[in-house]
């Protein structure tokens, strides 16, 4: 899952920024999900500080209130793995970008063929994010990509008789066994139940005595048994 994080005060920009990822995306075939903000507000900063995976920021450089720059400084003070591209009207600003170490992938004029610019860039901050490997599988028609660290686990639904993928935003339900899942999977993943599997990668606290796990967005989970909990440990 791509999450895109869209900060533009020009709601005409904003819209015109989601049709380009929109667009990107389906050549992509890739997940994801666009997160839009007209201002550096409280929202902006709590999904900022949301433990999201493949960020791409793509940020207005000055709104009427706020600084472009500022922003992704507070960024880069926990987060050096994101992709960051900048939007400007104006152009003498990048040369304060290039002034600072923001690790930023490019900056934008929204004035200068910008919709083919942003394209290219977002293709480019995908190939740099490097995605570890990736799970296909169709769902409610639709066919997903999800990279395997989105995963935080996998778990039976014995009504439905299906298995229910568990990510940081959100679940799937596939007309699969548990075994069936694990053979699709690498090794980082475990059975912790009988009922359950779960990312090793993604654990960040094993409670052995009451066999919780919790994860590393906070998410936790009691499904560990008695038999396996050495695996997970």
Do not use: W
Not at 55 to 73: F, M, N, P, Q, W
Not at 116 to 130: P, T, V, Y
Not at 167 to 193: G, I, N, Q, Y
């Amino acid at each position: 899952m791509i999450n895109f994080i869209v900060c533009d005060d020009n709601t005409s920009i904003l819209k015109s920024v989601s049709e380009v990822i929109s667009k990107t995306m389906m050549k992509n075939k890739q997940s994801y999900l666009i997160h839009s903000f007209t201002e550096y507000d409280a929202g902006f900063i709590n999904k900022m500080n949301e433990k999201l995976s493949n960020k791409i920021y793509i940020l207005d450089i000055e709104t009427k209130h706020s600084s472009g720059i500022d922003v992704a400084r507070k960024i880069r003070q926990k987060d050096i793995n994101s992709i960051i591209i900048f939007l400007t009207s104006h152009d003498e600003l990048g040369s304060l970008l290039l002034k600072e170490e923001i690790m930023f992938l490019t900056f934008i004029n929204k004035f200068d063929d910008y919709k083919n610019r942003l394209e290219s860039a977002i293709k480019k901050g995908i190939r740099i994010m490097g995605e570890t490997k990736i799970l296909h599988f169709e769902y409610h028609g639709s066919v997903f990509n999800i990279p395997e660290k989105d995963i935080l686990y996998v778990t039976r639904d014995n009504v439905e008789r299906k298995v229910i993928i568990k990510t940081d935003v959100t679940e799937f339900k596939l007309s699969k066994t548990l075994a069936e899942m694990l053979e699709l999977l690498s090794d980082c993943f475990v059975v912790s139940h009988r009922s359950c599997i779960v990312n090793l990668t993604r654990i960040n606290v094993v409670d052995k005595r009451n066999k919780i796990i919790t994860f590393d967005n906070g998410d936790t989970l009691d499904m560990v048994s008695k038999t396996h909990i050495n695996e997970v440990m």
